[in-house]
Structures are given as structure tokens and as C-alpha cells.
């Protein structure tokens, strides 16, 4: 089974995609899925897996369609087998054919090769965030190349786990450490056996430290009673300095007793009480006395002056009827006296009242004057009625033209008021005004003060000149690669240099050494001769050959065959010199040779090093400070980008102040336009200026609003006004017409009244009335003159009667009867005045005598209590032995005061101690002052303090000795000592078998490791190498291991030594894992389960041509596997079309939002 390829993916409900599909992805070649942010890119990567292998039943996809979610594709495989399948979120059945009809996973089997989920997520897809981590994994220096290929094969999962094992292991133990459990554990077990073998020990000293223990105790109890007693005494200076005050204060109490008693007498607690009060009552006796004495004074000579005449006064009520009824009587004549003249006018004027209405009519005529009383309110009641009908009415039309000239007058109003200008542009522009906005030009200029400050104190710190923010912008100085090359280069040179000097020095010294061994071998001693040697040996042989006879020979035979033997080592070792000297002679011929050569390459390197150095310093050229030293130029090149990253941030803060200062202009202006307060902008001379403008106009702004705010209120308020006026007015209209027609239903009526008054049908309301009240009054006049009649006869008995009655009473009060009822006026008034005058004397003289008798009894009360009062303060002042009053009051003063300076007195006892104590106290405050007591409490704190620190001494010492004294008994310590060794020794153990576990874990992953790298670490690299070499487009030729155990890889620039991983660029070594990870990839190719590779912005840190370089190994691998390449960035597009051939570039493009 071969590949497999997804060449339609359905997006049929997934995410925010609704029935979007992504056509044609089976084609060969790249594809790329393009996608602006929030495009849903994120999402269709996430659904190859879900597709594949099932939707998450909590997928963070399915916010939006729930249970409906749904994935659909068609497949096919390198054999040309193809099929539909449709993905739902369920438990159950979730994989279905294009028909619907459920298929099991073993159907995809064939498709997958085996690939599990985690395989091909983790191997298959590659993301940014997972292409960076590599890079670090490799920047850090701490992957080897088994680490290097399980990452690109498991997707860095394996090293996670490797991270978790060995930060756990350094939590249980580190070689070197305390802290991890188990070397903690191992230092208290050191610890705890120590104190075992303390606690264990039975010293001779035992005595000793029970002596010890019982010294201790003993110091310590002195001690304590020597604290106590000096505390006690504190306590008693203390109580003494506490009660200083208040002795002191009583003593002034005491004395003042004294002097209040030496003063006179003191009035008991009962005088004292009582005094004031009688005092009191004295003093208001007294007045009340005088005061009522001059009152009864006053009214003894009223009553004297009041008059003593009653002769009137039995008559009272005869001359009170006189008075009341002299009048009546009065008038009573005079009506008898026109009584008949009147009765006649009367009933002419009746007659001649009676013809105003029927003008032929006479006092006979009674039905024509004799008409119902009922009439007259009818009558008024109409009259009243259409009285109100006709006011109702003249209000109405009254109404009508007021509403009239009120609509007219709103309408003029309204036409006066200034029509609303439209401020819509002067509302936007203030709304549009930021908050804040001059604050914020205050702050930004402080920063940008703050930046400048620092971006001159850096630029002085490289000893730059002064240069603006631009030009050192504008400084082109090596890059950090330019450096590291030329560090590489001198670097290079100076190991050069270190070899050829090696080498030239190495040279010579041999040369030296060579022509002293020549020296020591040349000798004037001549080697043995060939003779010598014969002579020699047939003297050994003669010898050997006599032995068996003559045993004797021994000793000479050993000598002879010594001599032979040295003779033939010294011809050797002569032989050898020769050889010696002839081969120290040509190598010494040959060093001779060869040192100008050394000191030429010596040369040529000095003469590369002075071309690196002008090379360096031409790197340089751009840097107006001096050149910077090989090893300063990093720090030199991190600091000048400290620099530039201070200029541009200073440039963008002024930018940023260019802009406050451009919007606060452009505010301030779009306001005084729309203002019309003059066409000239102002100019930001200074924040302040601006500020304050800017503030000007936006107040300007906000009182333009308000006013048109008022005037618009204005307006509406007429206009409401105006509506109201126009509702009132058809009111007004509307009850003038209903008044109209009650007042002619009214007029009916009373046309109806006149008929029934017998009164003609022209009559109005007054007239007619008039003539009604005409014919009433006829017919009372017609009755009054017949009353009038009736009358007469009354009063003259009323008149003879009251005649009598005078006569009677002038006579009774002696006084003359008038001769004619002309004179009873007169003398009435007159009886009655003098009635009065003895009526009121009478009265006053009563009440006078009334007054007299009670203020009588008011002074002899007054005066009564007065000398109770005296003879009791007498009493008082006989008690003390006093001879007056006053001195009797300074009496019961003293006694209040005593009494005050008593009661003080008592509540300063009260803080006292009573008895002994007090007297011992004031005896000692007698014996000493305050300052003496302070310098004496002083001493005592220091006595105090030095006893609790020797008590503290003295504890410790008894518990450390109490505790030796135990440690000697051994028993308790030895057995909780023990009992913690064994609970250590547990925790030991497991700690111990954990760190075994996780060491025996680490062994096998890296075991793992091992064999894949021992596997494939050769074809891998290999292909990685020719991967790596084409995405970096020949800047690195491919890649080696290095000679280290375990080795790292290396990577080999086109020129210079390989570079570890952390020398390269973060791009690079980006690039690099890329590398490693697509061609681990090949392995699935070659065992026939090449699935879709998809990577999602993975260009993130290259360049463009490097881009394209990755676009060109994604497209060679295009033919195995299918590449889908997911991005929102359009220049990727634009290098995939041009880089590519058009029909292996294949572009789909994602809706905006979907």
C-alpha cells in the first residue's frame, strides 16, 4: 500500500465554515491554503486530524454547530482506490459514505498505513510554535543527535519527557546538593546517627553533669529571687512616683482645710443647706411686702377720690326702659302724625305703580297685580340663567380672541427666534475630541524628555558624536554575522598563527636538540678492531674447550667470554653511534631546510592578520567612534543596538508628540472654524500655549452648545406652547357655540315666563322683572296700607302707656315732669346719664374695697412669714455665735468650700493606700524627690534588665545541662532517635526507588534513541544535509556530527569551521530542524504510509529567498507525499507562483470570514 491523498476536503459544518469546500488538493504539486487573519485557517488545519480520525465530542469547533458538526472528503490512494466519507460529531456511527451509510474505522485503514492520531499530528503537521521550539532545542546546546532525531521524529515529545524525568531527579538527588529529599534525608540520617551514638554513651562525668544541673538550678533561683526583689522594689518606687502627685496635692488639700477653719466659724451641713433658701424667701418676702404696702397705699386714695351718690340706682330698671324705648315712642308720634297722609299716598302711588305696567288699570283690578309669589324667582332664576348664558357667552367669544391674540402672539415669537443653526459638525467635533488629550501631550513630552536623556547617555557611553536619533538610525555597522565571521577569521588566524609558531619553535628546538646529540655522539675513542673481537673469541673458545678437563678455569673462562662480550657491545654500540650521527646529520640537514620554510608561513599568517585587521576596521568605516577591539565588538554591537532601539523609540515618541501635537492643533482649529472665531491655525509654540488654546476653544465649544441647546429649548417650548394655543383656541370655538345654543333654548323659556306673567313677549330680563317686582310691590303697597291702618290705633295706646310710666318714675327720683312729650327726650338722657355715672362709681367703689381687704392680707402675710424667716436666721447666727446675717452667709460659704476641698480630699485618698501604708508613704516622699526617684528607677531598670538577661544565661544553661544530664540517661532520646533513623531510613528507601525508576526510564528513552539514531541516523542526515544546504541556498553545505561522545550535529557554512547549532541565526536554525524534519518523513514514504504533510506558517522567521528555498524542498517532496502549506501571508503566494511551476503551485483561497 502506497500513499494516500485527501484530494476534496468538505468544510460542511465545522467551526464558523458553513458548506465550504477546499477542490482539487489531489493535484501534484504544492498547495497552499491562504487565509487572512480570523479566516478560519486554525480551523481547516485542525480538521485534517478530526477528519481522519474523529471529531473531539468536546472539539472547541463545534461552538457554533453543535451536534450538526460535520467533515467531509473524498480520498484516494497511490493503487487509484478512492472514496467519500463524511465525518459527524457523534459517539456512535460517526464515519459515514458520501450515501450516509456508516462506515467502520477499518475502512480508513488502507488509507492510513497504520498512522495513528498522535503519529500524525506530532510527525505529519508542523506549526510555527513547534518549529521555534526546535530551533531552541537546538540553540541550546543540550540535544545530542539521538535527542535531535527522536525530536523530529516525535515531535519533540520524547525530550519533554526526558525534561520531566530529570527535573524530577533533580528534586529526589543532586551529587553536589542539599536541598533535593534525598540528599536532605541522608544529612539528617548522618546527623540522627551522631546523636544515637551521643545519646547512647554512659560518660564517667556523670556526676559531674548532675553537679552541673543542680549549679544551674541553684544560680537560676537565686537569680529569679534577686529579680523578684528588685522588681518588688521597682514596684514600690513606682507606686511612690505614682503617688507623688497625689501627696503633694493632698497635702495642699489639708492645708487649705486648716486655713478655711482658722478663717471663723463653719455653718453646719443643715444651716448650709438651708441658707440659701432662706435668704432666698427673705429677700422675696421683703419685696412682696413692699410692693403690696404701695399698692393698698395707692388704693386707699382711689377709693377716697370715688364718688358716694346711690339715690338712682333702685330705679335702674324703670329709667333702662325709658332709655330703651323713648325712640320708638318718639317715632311712633311722629308716624301717628302722617299716618293718614301716608295710608293715602300709599295707595296713589299703588294705582299710579300699577298703570306703569297696565296703563289702564286699577287698584279694583287684583288679578292683574295679584299674581303668584313663585313668579318673582322663576323670574330671577331666568334672568339669572340667561344672565349666565350671556356672560358664558361673552366669555366663550372673550376666550376665542384671547386664544386668538395668544396663537397670534406665539406665532410672531416663534417667527422671531433665530432659526437653529446646525451644529451637528460642531457636536461631532467635540465629541470626536479625545479625553484627556492635552493631558496626554504633557506626558508624551515628558517621556519623550525622559527618552532623549537616556538615548544621549547611551550614545555618550559608545563616545558617539552628537548625532540625532536619524543618524544613528542611518550608521551601517557590521551585522552580528560580519563579526562572528571576522571572530572566526582572527580566531582561525591566531590558532594559525599559534600552529605555525608551533611548528617554527617545535623545528628549532629539535634543530638545537639534534645538534647536541650530534655533539655528545662525535668522540675521539676508536672502536674495537675485527682482530680484537677474533682474539676475543678464540680466547673464549680455547677456554670453553678446556673446561671439561681442567674445571679450575672457570673464573678465566667467565672473564674471557665477559671481554668477548663487552667487545662485541662496544663495536655495537659504536655501530650505532655511526648510524646516530648519520641520521642526526640529515635530519639536522632537513630542519635546516625547512625553518625558512616555517618562517615563511610564520610571515604569510602575520601578513593574513594585518589584512584581517584592515578588513576588520573596513567593516567599520560607517562607525564615526574609534574601532572597536575583536573582543568589544559584541558588547560593542549589543550596546549600539541598545542605541538604535533607544533612537527609534525616541523617534516614535516623537513621532507620537509630532501627532498629539498635529490632532491638538487640528482640534483646536476644526474648532475656532466652526466656531468662526478666525481662519489662522494655531501654531503648538508650546504645550502650555497649545493646552491652553486647545482648553479656550474646547470651553468655547461646549458654552456655543449649551446656548444652542437653550435656543432649540427655547424654540420647542413656543412650538408646545404654540400646539397648546391652537388646542385652547378650538376649546374656545367650540364652547362659544354650545353657549350660543343653551342661551336659545333660554330664550324659549322665557318667552313661556312672560305669557304666564301676563306681560307682553318684548319685555328683556330687567324690564320685565322690573314690571314683575312692580305688580308685587303694588300688591304689598295695597297690603302695607291697610297694616298701616291697623297700626294707628296700636301705637296711640303704646304712647299713652309710656306717658304714664315717665310721670312715674321722674316723680320716684324727685326730679320735674316735662310739661310736653317734646321734653321726655331730654330728661330721659339726662336721668340716664346720671344712672350711668352712679352705676360705675358703684362698681369702682366695690372693687376698690375688694383690692384694699386683699392686699391688707397680703402684707400681713408678707410680713408674717417675713419674721418666721428673721427669727430662723436668728436662731442660725445664735447657733454659730454670730451677730448678723452677713457674717452668718460667710459662715455657710466657708462651709462649702470645706465641704468641696473635703470631698477632693477624700477622692485623692482614694488613690492612696489607707493606714500604715499611707503614713509609710508619705514618709518616704518626705525623704526624697522626684528627680532623686527617676535616677533611682533608672539604676533599678538596669539592675532589672541585667537580672533577666543572667536569668535567661541561667535557663539555658539549666535546660542544656538537664538536657546532657537526660542525654547521659540515654532511654527516651536514644529510642525517638532511633525511631527517626528507621522512619528516614523508609523515606530513603522510596526516594531511592523512584530515582531508580525514573533512571531506569531515562536509560530505556535514551536506549530508544540510540538505536533509531544508530538506525538512521546516517540516511536522515544525509538527506537533512542536502535539505539544509538548499534552504539555506549554499550558505551551509550540509551538516556533520561532531567528534564528541555523545556526538552533536554541526552544521558546515560554505567557508570557515562547522558551527554548532547556538552560533547560528535564529532563522537558520530554524531552518535546520525543518530540515531534520522532513526527512524523517522519508521513512513513511518508504514504507508505503506517506500521508498528507501540512504546515502552518512555518516561513515566520525566513526571508524571502530562504522562502522560496523551502517552497522548492516542499515541492521535491511533493511527488511522495501531499504537501498542503497553510499561511496569511500574501508574499508567500507571490514567491510559491513565481518560484514554482504553475502546475505544481495550486493556490485556495479562504473567505474572509467564513
Known sequence: MTGMRIERLDLIAYGAFDRHSLDDLG??????????????????????????????????????????????????????????????????????????????????????????????????????????????????????????????????????????????????????????????????????????????????????????????????????????????????????????????????????????????????????????????????????????????????????????????????????????????????????????????????????????????????????????????????KLRDEGRTLRETLEHARDAVKRCRDKHERLGKELSALPVGEDVSQLQNAHASIPAGLAEKLVDTEADERKRDRRFRQARNRLELPELPPDGVLDLRLPDQEQVTEAVRAFRGLEERLRDRDGELDGTQRRLAQCRRDLQRLATDDAPPTHDELRARRAERDGLIAGFPDDPSVMDALREAVRKADDTADLMLRHAESVNKRADLTREITDLEAAVPGHQAAVDEVLADQALEQRHWESLWEGYPAPVPGIDQASKVLDDFGRLQTDARELQDVRIELDGLRERLNAHTARLQHLLRLGDESPAVASTGHASAMFAEMVETARGRLREHEQTVQERAAIERSLESAETDLEEAESAEAHAERALAVHDGQWQRFLSSAGLAADRDFDTALTDLESLLTVAAEVDAAEATERKLHQGEQRISEFGDLVKATLTACGRNVPASAADWQQAIETLENDLQRQTVDAQRRNNLLEQKAELADRVGEAAADLNGLESRLQDFCARLDLSSIAELEAAAERATVLREKSAALANVRKTLPTGQGLVELRRQAEETSAEELAEELGELDQAIEDLETERATWVEQRLERRRVLEGLNGGGEAARAESDIAQICADLAEDAEEYLRLEAAKIAIHACMEEYRANDQEPVLALASRMFAQLTHGAYTGLEMSDEEPPSIRAKPSSGTPLAPAALSEGTRDQLYLALRLATLERHAAAGNALPIAVDDIFMTFDEQRTEAALHVLDGMADRFQVIVFTHHEHVLRSAAKQLPKDRCHIHRLPSRP
Open 27 to 380: 493535484r501534484a504539486g504544492v498547495h497552499l491554503v491562504y487565509g487572512p487573519n480570523e479566516a478560519g485557517k486554525s480551523t481547516a488545519l485542525s480538521a485534517l486530524d478530526q477528519l481522519l480520525y474523529g471529531i473531539h465530542h468536546n472539539s472547541r469547533y463545534a461552538f457554533r454547530h453543535g451536534t450538526r458538526t460535520r467533515l467531509g472528503a473524498r480520498l484516494s490512494a497511490a493503487d487509484g482506490v478512492a472514496m467519500e466519507i463524511v465525518r459527524r460529531k457523534k459517539r456512535k456511527d460517526d464515519l459515514v459514505d458520501g450515501d450516509g451509510d456508516p462506515l467502520g474505522e477499518e475502512a480508513l485503514a488502507r488509507f492510513l498505513g497504520g498512522v495513528d492520531r498522535k503519529t500524525f499530528i506530532t510527525e505529519f503537521a508542523l506549526n510555527s510554535d513547534e518549529l521555534r521550539k526546535g530551533g531552541e532545542l537546538l540553540a541550546s546546546g543540550e540535544g545530542d543527535m539521538a535527542q535531535l532525531l527522536a525530536a523530529a521524529r516525535s515531535g519533540m515529545r520524547l525530550k519533554a519527557v526526558l525534561d520531566k524525568i530529570e527535573a524530577r531527579q533533580r528534586e529526589l538527588f543532586l551529587r553536589q546538593g542539599k536541598k533535593p529529599a534525598i540528599n536532605a534525608s541522608l544529612d539528617r540520617l548522618k546527623d540522627l546517627r551522631q546523636r544515637l551514638r551521643e545519646v547512647t554513651l554512659r560518660p564517667e562525668q556523670y556526676r559531674e553533669a548532675e553537679q552541673s544541673a543542680a549549679e544551674a538550678e541553684r544560680r537560676l533561683t537565686e537569680t529569679e529571687a534577686g529579680l523578684r526583689d528588685a522588681r518588688r522594689l521597682r514596684e514600690a518606687k513606682h507606686r511612690l512616683q505614682e503617688n507623688l502627685p497625689a501627696l503633694a496635692q493632698c497635702r495642699d488639700l489639708e492645708k487649705q482645710i486648716e486655713e478655711i477653719g482658722a478663717d471663723g466659724p463653719v455653718a453646719p451641713d443643715d444651716i448650709r443647706a438651708q441658707l440659701p433658701e432662706l435668704l432666698k424667701q427673705r429677700s422675696e418676702h421683703i419685696a412682696v411686702r413692699a410692693t403690696n404696702a404701695e399698692h393698698l397705699e395707692r388704693t386707699e386714695r382711689q377709693l377716697s377720690e370715688t364718688g358716694q351718690d346711690d339715690s338712682l340706682l333702685p330705679h335702674a330698671t324703670a329709667i333702662g326702659r325709658l332709655a330703651r324705648d323713648i325712640t320708638a315712642i318718639l317715632d311712633e308720634m311722629d308716624r301717628q302724625n302722617s299716618a293718614s297722609d301716608e295710608v293715602a299716598g300709599k295707595r296713589v302711588q299703588a294705582e299710579s305703580r300699577l298703570r306703569t305696567v297696565h296703563a289702564q288699570a286699577t287698584l279694583a283690578d287684583e288679578e292683574l297685580y295679584r299674581i303668584p309669589e313663585t313668579l318673582r324667582g322663576e323670574g330671577r
